[in-house]
Nanobody, 123 residues
Framework: HVQLVESGGGSVQAGGSLRLSCASS????????MGWFREVPGEARKGVAAFCTGEAPTYADSVEGRFTISKDNAKSTLYLQMNSLKPEDTAMYYCAIAPWRVVDPLAGNEYHYWGPGTQVTVS
């Protein structure tokens, strides 16, 4: 039973930083993709950053150079370091896992397990 729980969201001023964490359990896949997505009310959920086993990370153009995705296997935790935050980064952020290779790491419809989300507000 795979469980994901995000944390680290909050309110920050433009130019500031936040680090999101996604603690996972029940996850023993040998080949997988893990990613961060964000959603604004009234808009579709969008991929922010992701990586698949053995591949380099993929970032949305809007966050390239500002956000960094990483993971700690010992802690079974996925991270998203967000720097130089902008008001347009305000959204609910979700982590997700696909227990298989995906065609587009930033396409949410390819992921199977999702966390409940954590809110990020940039003013």
């Amino acid at each position: 039973h795979v469980q994901l729980v995000e944390s680290g969201g909050g309110s920050v001023q433009a130019g500031g930083s936040l680090r999101l964490s996604c603690a996972s359990s029940g996850f023993t896949f040998s080949s997988y993709c893990m990613g961060w997505f964000r959603e604004v009310p009234g808009e579709a959920r969008k991929g922010v950053a992701a990586f698949c086993t053995g591949e380099a990370p993929t970032y949305a153009d809007s966050v390239e150079g500002r956000f960094t995705i990483s993971k700690d296997n010992a802690k079974s935790t996925l991270y998203l370091q967000m720097n130089s935050l902008k008001p347009e980064d305000t959204a609910m952020y979700y982590c997700a896992i696909a227990p298989w290779r995906v065609v587009d790491p930033l396409a949410g419809n390819e992921y199977h397990y999702w966390g409940p989300g954590t809110q990020v507000t940039v003013s």
